[in-house]
């Protein structure tokens, strides 16, 4: 039997009929968003290893979290290291953060990253093992102002996709001891439920029990709808501090949901947490979240500087895009496609595509050209924009067609114009 690839995993390729959103063009079209999208916001971004000692993420994401508890990636290195691939992203930056003495340059930095984590999960639509995220994290500043330009940010990426029908969740879950005596009136509120609460919850309730109120079990979701709400036990000048977010939030125009029950899967999160989901997804429908982590930085022995970021999930993103059938139109096909036919021809082509390539216009050739329609074939399967036959004809008289294949237009051009004609269509786009 062929070796198969690992369970949750998949491959980004150049071609697939069914499942356009594994297509690399794709990824192209959403990677070059974000660099701009980061770069108008002046994010910088950084690039961290993919694996990294288990204890940054027992120490930043939480021993008790599903992510470190269930499902890391955990090995031990040849001198008996354990050793995790990084489920997420903020830890390790803010690990580098410290390592690189980030804070002695400046009080302020704005920080962005793309790649892959690995979690270790029952695979399902959109949940994947190995997954991209790409996430924006501001460190040192403590105001409003901080996270709602965040939470622009993310706004913007999605209008910049194109993505619809989206809904932005937004909760403020305080300082440690706010949540502490919330978790105690949260569980003598469900200790009377306990039995008939979902196994998971059953588990949570002893370690984690704020993580019940994300459940999606129906038996959950109706035990908790008269749960205590975390917006009644956060102190006065944190409700000033929520009220001011949601005010900037309304004055720029973005649509968000209080959501008292948003609590965040890692246990990093103080004050402002959010989650920005969709309704193509499925059960795994958050598209991206994050929050503030004003106490990460202290907790890994740096410097006391507040922070706030968040990621996004690429296959969901592009998964939702699909969906929503949103067209991407960067793609990165040939921008001219030679057909030599006569070795008279081929030498000619053989120094045209090199000088086109040299001018930096995409382009290929059938070197083995012999049939014009199979040639058009092979044109049309790596959707060439414009095609061009160069027969002996075309030799004698130094003069050639360059057809247009989407508008099925043909003009003619002289040899001696030719790279200067093709790089004024390609400029035009
Ligand atoms: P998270 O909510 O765990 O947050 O992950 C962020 C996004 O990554 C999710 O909304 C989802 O789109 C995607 N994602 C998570 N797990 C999977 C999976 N198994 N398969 C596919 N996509 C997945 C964090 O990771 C935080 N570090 C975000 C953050 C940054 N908070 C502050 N700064």
Same mark, same amino acid.
Request: glycine share 6%; net charge positive; aromatic share 12%.
């Given at each position: 039997?062929?070796?198969?690839?690992?369970?949750?995993?998949?491959?980004?390729?150049?071609?697939?009929?069914?499942?356009?959103?594994?297509?690399?063009?794709?990824?192209?079209?959403?990677?070059?968003?974000?660099?701009?999208?980061?770069?108008?916001?002046?994010?910088?971004?950084?690039?961290?290893?993919?694996?990294?000692?288990?204890?940054?993420?027992?120490?930043?994401? *939480? /021993? !008790?979290?599903?992510?470190? $508890?269930?499902?890391?990636?955990?090995? +031990?290195?040849?001198?008996?290291? &354990?050793?995790? @691939?990084?489920?997420?992203?903020?830890?390790?930056?803010?690990?580098?953060?410290?390592?690189?003495?980030?804070?002695?340059?400046?009080?302020?930095?704005?920080?962005?990253?793309?790649?892959?984590?690995?979690?270790?999960?029952?695979?399902?639509?959109?949940?994947?093992?190995?997954?991209?995220?790409?996430?924006?994290?501001?460190?040192?500043?403590?105001?409003?102002?901080?996270?709602?330009?965040?939470?622009?940010?993310?706004?913007?990426?999605?209008?910049?996709?194109?993505?619809?029908?989206?809904?932005?969740?937004?909760?403020?879950? *305080? /300082? !440690?001891?706010?949540?502490? $005596?919330?978790?105690?009136?949260?569980? +003598?509120?469900?200790?009377?439920? &306990?039995?008939? @609460?979902?196994?998971?919850?059953?588990?949570?309730?002893?370690?984690?029990?704020?993580?019940?109120?994300?459940?999606?079990?129906?038996?959950?979701?109706?035990?908790?709808?008269?749960?205590?709400?975390?917006?009644?036990?956060?102190?006065?000048?944190?409700?000033?501090?929520?009220?001011?977010?949601?005010?900037?939030?309304?004055?720029?125009?973005?649509?968000?949901?209080?959501?008292?029950?948003?609590?965040?899967?890692?246990?990093?999160?103080?004050?402002?947490?959010?989650?920005?989901?969709?309704?193509?997804?499925?059960?795994?429908?958050?598209?991206?979240?994050?929050?503030?982590?004003?106490?990460?930085?202290?907790?890994?022995?740096?410097?006391?500087?507040?922070?706030?970021?968040?990621?996004?999930?690429?296959?969901?993103?592009?998964?939702?895009?699909?969906?929503?059938?949103?067209?991407?139109?960067?793609?990165?096909?040939?921008?001219?496609?030679?057909?030599?036919?006569?070795?008279?021809?081929?030498?000619?082509?053989?120094?045209?595509?090199?000088?086109?390539?040299?001018?930096?216009?995409?382009?290929?050739?059938?070197?083995?050209?012999?049939?014009?329609?199979?040639?058009?074939?092979?044109?049309?399967?790596?959707?060439?924009?414009?095609?061009?036959?160069?027969?002996?004809?075309?030799?004698?008289?130094?003069?050639?067609?360059?057809?247009?294949?989407?508008?099925?237009?043909?003009?003619?051009?002289?040899?001696?114009?030719?790279?200067?004609?093709?790089?004024?269509?390609?400029?035009?786009?």
């Amino acid at each position: 039997m062929s070796i198969q690839i690992p369970k949750g995993l998949y491959d980004i390729v150049p071609y697939s009929e069914k499942e356009k959103w594994k297509l690399i063009d794709y990824w192209h079209y959403v990677e070059k968003i974000l660099h701009k999208l980061s770069n108008d916001y002046n994010y910088k971004e950084i690039r961290t290893p993919i694996f990294e000692r288990t204890e940054l993420f027992e120490r930043g994401v *939480g /021993q !008790a979290t599903d992510v470190v $508890s269930k499902e890391m990636y955990t090995f +031990k290195d040849k001198a008996e290291r &354990l050793m995790s @691939l990084r489920p997420e992203g903020t830890a390790s930056l803010m690990r580098a953060f410290i390592e690189n003495n980030f804070a002695s340059y400046s009080q302020k930095h704005k920080l962005y990253y793309f790649g892959p984590m690995f979690r270790y999960d029952r695979p399902q639509k959109g949940r994947f093992r190995q997954f991209y995220q790409y996430g924006a994290e501001a460190v040192g500043d403590p105001s409003e102002e901080q996270d709602v330009e965040i939470i622009d940010m993310l706004h913007e990426l999605y209008q910049r996709l194109g993505l619809k029908d989206l809904v932005l969740h937004i909760n403020y879950i *305080g /300082q !440690a001891n706010t949540r502490n $005596s919330f978790k105690e009136e949260l569980k +003598k509120y469900l200790k009377p439920h &306990l039995n008939d @609460l979902s196994k998971e919850s059953q588990d949570r309730f002893i370690k984690n029990p704020m993580r019940i109120l994300d459940s999606k079990d129906e038996r959950d979701i109706k035990i908790l709808e008269n749960a205590p709400n975390i917006l009644e036990f956060i102190t006065n000048e944190d409700e000033e501090s929520f009220k001011k977010i949601c005010n900037l939030l309304s004055h720029l125009k973005i649509p968000y949901k209080i959501n008292n029950k948003l609590v965040r899967g890692l246990d990093y999160y103080n004050k402002t947490v959010f989650e920005i989901t969709s309704s193509y997804l499925g059960a795994q429908n958050a598209l991206g979240g994050g929050g503030r982590y004003d106490s990460l930085l202290k907790e890994f022995n740096g410097p006391n500087l507040p922070a706030i970021g968040y990621a996004v999930g690429i296959e969901r993103i592009l998964q939702t895009m699909i969906a929503q059938g949103i067209k991407v139109e960067d793609l990165n096909n040939p921008f001219i496609f030679i057909i030599p036919l006569g070795e008279k021809s081929k030498n000619y082509s053989f120094t045209l595509i090199s000088s086109l390539r040299k001018n930096r216009i995409p382009c290929d050739i059938d070197f083995n050209a012999k049939k014009i329609q199979k040639s058009l074939q092979i044109a049309n399967k790596c959707n060439a924009k414009y095609v061009i036959i160069i027969g002996d004809d075309e030799m004698d008289k130094k003069k050639l067609k360059i057809k247009n294949m989407e508008k099925r237009t043909e003009e003619e051009v002289k040899f001696d114009t030719l790279i200067y004609h093709i790089k004024t269509l390609y400029k035009a786009g």
